[in-house]
């Protein structure tokens, strides 16, 4: 799967032997693990409200069932769902997955830079970004609110088919209205980074060095 796909790239990045990264205190905003030398801390990007109707092959008596002790918060809007980003560091190695959404999806959503702020992480200490995928939850949040690189020293990983597509005209051209604002945003988040040559692509099965 691409999650595991994602996990495997990660690790792969820190196979050499490193130092424990340093202790945090556990905060609102971010959330702190540690996985034998690797500190994972999952960064709140905000929340998105999903109608139920969005949850597809699944009736409505078992999404009843599986959401009747779940306490997920629920309006008009729908269910309330969680934006996240992950930071890994291994010593001084330190790689984030996904970025968030920036300023692409309004007021409830774009905490990833501020709370990695608050984690005690400068934006220009990391590294590596791996992208799982290059929807504007994901990759918008490569851009700082004035709209330049938001991880200056970072190198982006982005699997190759999925940056062929989200840069194609044609794949643009052909896509549903709901899907055609994201090409513009996917391009916008990806351009200083590419102008750059700071992104870098993988295909299935491939190692990152």
Not at 118 to 147: I, K, R
Request: with cysteine.
């Amino acid at each position: 799967t691409r999650l595991g796909a994602t996990a495997a790239l990660a690790a792969g990045m820190f196979s050499h032997p490193g130092h424990a990264a340093p202790a945090l205190q556990q905060v609102p905003g971010y959330y702190v693990q540690t996985i034998g030398q690797m500190q994972v801390i999952a960064l709140f990007d905000g929340v998105v409200a999903l109608p139920r109707a969005q949850l597809k092959q699944v009736t409505p008596i078992e999404i009843d069932a599986v959401l009747l002790h779940s306490y997920t918060p629920e309006s008009k809007a729908g269910l309330q769902t969680a934006v996240n980003a992950f930071l890994i560091r291994k010593g001084e190695q330190t790689l984030l997955v996904d970025t968030g959404t920036a300023q692409c999806f309004g007021k409830d959503l774009g905490q990833v830079l501020p709370n990695l702020r608050a984690a005690g992480v400068a934006p220009a200490s990391v590294q590596h970004v791996l992208l799982t995928h290059a929807h504007p939850d994901h990759l918008c949040g490569l851009l700082d609110a004035e709209g330049n690189m938001a991880y200056p020293q970072a190198q982006i990983w982005l699997n190759h088919d999925e940056l062929q597509y989200w840069l194609d005209p044609q794949q643009e051209k052909t896509a549903t209205p709901l899907f055609k604002p994201l090409f513009a945003m996917a391009r916008n988040a990806l351009a200083p980074y590419l102008r750059a040559k700071r992104v870098h692509t993988f295909r299935e099965g491939d190692a990152l060095p």
